[in-house]
């Protein structure tokens, strides 16, 4: 049996991160939080079930809405923009190592380079099933343990369903959108080291001037916010490895500690170290 949840609050916002032993890749984190705006780049495949609260927010150049029973499903790379929220919110975030989302990508035929063209489901939907099943396995209300051929199942079968949510990007928009992705694919590179915009624009093929205007107008935010938000997001998983603050912020990039501090906290609502102690 899997030892109880660790939580850890920052005034109404609590976070727990579960790492459960019989998955090895998938992480479960579940929150309950204010009316306090989210504002992330994923850097793992994820699906986010929501069981209270409503919010619209902004991703992939559009405006969406989760109501209590939506299922949001989110691709490495991608930058979610809360605009508003109602209410005290509640709700869980599988994600994946992009590893097992390859594996179950290749198995189905589906290539690497397509893009999420499905990215929400409602609870009731057929679609949604396993994507459902395996939040309920490992949701807080959950009866009684799962035992881990039910678990290894139900996580293979929603990797399943989610590889069927995969597409081929159509020949305009590659025109229109690859200067940008072949940015995004140089702020993943230069996580550690980072780079400079003159340099980022060379490998995007564009001038600095259209490429800033291009990248906000498509992820959202200026390349400089989005490295920084994807460094959070890698110092999340390698704080749940069991690195120390000090250790993370290298490995991310960051100057310092302090540094780390400031941004994860403002991004997340906790500190580095309030984080790395909800994970169990």
Not at 135 to 143: M, P, V
Request: charged share 25%.
């Amino acid at each position: 049996m899997s030892p109880p949840l660790r939580a850890v609050s920052d005034g109404p916002h609590t976070i727990r991160v579960f790492l459960p032993p019989e998955l090895p890749g998938l992480r479960v984190v579940r929150y309950r939080t204010d009316e306090r705006l989210w504002y992330s780049v994923k850097e793992r495949f994820s699906v986010t079930m929501t069981y209270s609260g409503r919010a619209e927010w902004w991703s992939r150049g559009r405006v969406w809405s989760t109501t209590p029973g939506t299922l949001d499903l989110k691709q490495i790379g991608q930058v979610h923009r809360d605009l508003r929220r109602e209410g005290p919110s509640r709700f869980q975030v599988i994600s994946f190592d992009e590893a097992l989302v390859t594996e179950a990508r290749e198995a189905l035929g589906h290539p690497a380079s397509s893009q999420l063209r499905r990215v929400q489901f409602e609870r009731e939907q057929p679609a949604a099933a396993p994507f459902v099943r395996l939040h309920a396995l490992l949701g807080e209300d959950r009866a009684d343990p799962s035992n881990t051929l039910v678990l290894q199942t139900a996580l293979t079968e929603a990797l399943s369903a989610l590889a069927t949510c995969f597409g081929d990007t159509d020949e305009s928009e590659r025109r229109t959108r690859w200067p940008v992705r072949r940015a995004l694919e140089a702020l993943h590179d230069a996580l550690e080291e980072g780079i400079t915009l003159d340099a980022l624009a060379r490998q995007a093929g564009l001038d600095k001037f259209h490429l800033c205007r291009a990248f906000r107008e498509e992820v959202g935010m200026p390349p400089h916010a989005y490295l920084t938000h994807l460094r959070i997001s890698r110092a999340m998983g390698l704080l749940t490895q069991r690195l120390t603050p000090s250790e993370v912020a290298l490995r991310v990039g960051l100057y310092d500690q302090s540094q780390l501090n400031r941004h994860f906290k403002r991004i997340t609502g906790l500190t580095p170290g309030q984080f790395a102690r909800a994970v169990q």
